[in-house]
């Protein structure tokens, strides 16, 4: 219990320090996001859109998942060496495939029938994609990004050990911070984590059009939190997914 | 004194703390050397992927126990999802790393530390997974066994668990490469599993031990996920048979 007395007693000392790692640690998981996100999301939705590369986009997340992200920060070690390089590599190796695999079902499966009937409001494909499908597939592919979002700012914590600063600087560094230090870090870092879903979770639900919204709650479908899209994934019946 | 020593520098082959006697490649760094690899795959690597296998089973097949307890009560009892779902994604979602870190006051620098963690990661994937399996069980199914006269524990047990059998080994599935890759910190606690290699190849940047400790745990990973899904086929033959996959 002392331990974590100390930890907060740490935390009113060093304020400064820590909110540095915090704005460090947030912009290179947000760096990492957002080249992910650049990769992926086209990818994944334009796969959808045209129901095509199903073993692909639904693999990826499988295959994603199991990659274990100290592993792949330690391939690069090998490969690369210490540095940014590395860390946002790593980094966005691991973001992709939840952003990938939830682009493509969020499009992929929205109902034949709706985009039928806009085909037949003599929508042109350009259109169905940006007025009807994109819109329905927006809570799915929300659920993607947090996924990602969350997982990369876990992972940035393990990033320090091949230089990318961060919370996690604090934490692999016992001899200069004490266990006073590291806890306080852990404790931060736990909270940031928690944080960042619960402000995707928000956007989530502010992007989900109004309509689905209601839906949503009526239909018993389990509920978007906690991001996994591992259990979404590999939990509902997907076709195809083996 | 002096000339003997540097006459035996001379005459001796490069010696390397831990390395031994090294050849170019691991002088040299290089990418990856697999002499070194192989000669230390029986002092180094092999201890490290048993010791990864047993961290990750023990952890499965508590994780597994406590979730389908907690499922099949959330199942009867349905006030109880809610509570243990967020309780169980409030655990998921913490940085493995803080987790280990904020569990050593309380258990020390020890397996039960890796242990509690690693099995605090399987809970909301397995719960979750075995609870939609039961939950979407047909209500034909339950009809038919009420039919024929079982009783509610009859059916539970016959009926609505084998059916979400599928369910449950996806969950296990996922659950399982969760842990062989959050295995790897645990190395911070304790020196075990192959996060102990990438640990020591910190010291000095050893390329070859990184990329082959982090190679073994992908590869880990990789085959764990197929022999749980050729371990589902082999127990839902009936999965098989729908056609539907």
């Known amino acids: 219990m002392k331990d974590f007395v100390n930890a907060f007693k740490f935390m009113g000392d060093n304020l400064d320090l820590l909110v540095n790692k915090t704005v460090e640690h947030l912009e290179l998981s947000g760096a990492a996001i957002a080249v992910a996100l650049v990769i992926a999301l086209p990818i994944g939705l334009w796969l959808g859109h045209l129901h095509r590369g199903s073993f692909v986009a639904i693999n990826a997340a499988n295959v994603g998942r199991a990659l274990p992200s100290l592993a792949i920060i330690a391939i690069g070690l090998g490969i690369l060496g210490i540095g940014f390089v590395n860390v946002m590599v ?27 009937a806009a085909e037949g409001m003599g929508m042109r494909p350009w259109q169905v994609f940006t007025r009807v ?22 992972t940035a914590t393990l990033a320090a050990i091949a230089g990318g600063g961060g919370l996690g600087d604090i934490i692999v560094n016992q001899a200069s ?31 989900t059009p109004r309509g689905l919204r209601r839906a949503a709650e009526v239909s018993d479908a389990p509920p978007p939190d906690e991001g996994a899209a591992a259990p979404l994934v590999a939990g509902r019946p997907v076709p195809g997914i083996e | 004194m002096i000339a003997s020593l540097s006459h035996s520098l001379i005459t001796a082959q490069t010696v390397i703390p831990k390395f031994g006697h090294a050849d170019d490649c691991v002088r040299q760094n290089r990418t990856f050397c697999w002499g070194w690899f192989s000669d230390h795959w029986d002092d ?21 126990a406590i979730s389908i307890a907690c499922a099949i009560f959330a199942y009867e009892r349905g006030w109880f999802e809610r509570p243990f779902s967020v309780f169980a994604g409030v655990l998921y979602t913490i940085p493995s790393l803080a987790l280990f870190q904020l569990l050593v006051p309380v258990t020390g620098l020890t397996e039960l530390t890796v242990e509690v963690a690693l099995v605090s990661y399987t809970l909301l994937i397995l719960f979750r997974n075995t609870l939609t399996g039961l939950r979407e069980v047909p209500e034909d199914a339950r009809d038919a066994a009420r039919g024929m006269g079982l009783t509610a524990r ?45 640990f020591a190849a910190l010291q000095s940047s050893f390329n070859t031990e990184f990329i082959a ?18 371990f589902q086929r082999l127990v839902t033959p009936w999965a098989r048979a729908g056609g539907t996959r």
């Open chain 1, 177 to 207: 911070y004490k266990l006073a230090g590291v806890i306080a870090a852990a404790i931060w870092v736990a909270v940031l984590a928690l944080l960042v879903d619960a402000a995707f979770g928000l956007l989530q639900r502010a992007v």
């Open chain 1, 90 to 116: 790593a980094l966005v190796v691991l973001a992709v495939p939840p952003i990938l695999t939830n682009a493509y079902l969020g499009v992929d499966q929205v109902d034949r029938d709706t985009v039928s």
């Open chain 2, 44 to 64: 180094v690597f092999q201890p490290a992927l048993l010791d990864h296998i047993k961290l990750t089973l023990i952890a499965v097949v508590v994780g597994f």
């Open chain 2, 213 to 230: 400790a982090g190679a073994l745990a992908v590869l880990l990973a990789l085959l764990a996920d197929a022999l749980l899904v050729g």
């Open chain 1, 133 to 154: 499908e994109l819109p329905i597939s927006l809570p799915l592919v929300f659920t993607g990004i947090r996924t990602s979002a969350v997982y990369v700012v876990a």
């Open chain 2, 154 to 198: 009859q059916m539970l047990w016959r009926v609505e668990v084998p059916l979400a059998v599928p369910a449950i080994i996806a969950g296990v599935r996922v659950a399982t490469v969760t842990v062989i890759s959050l295995a790897t910190v645990a190395a911070f606690v304790v020196d075990e599993g192959l996060g102990a290699p990438i």
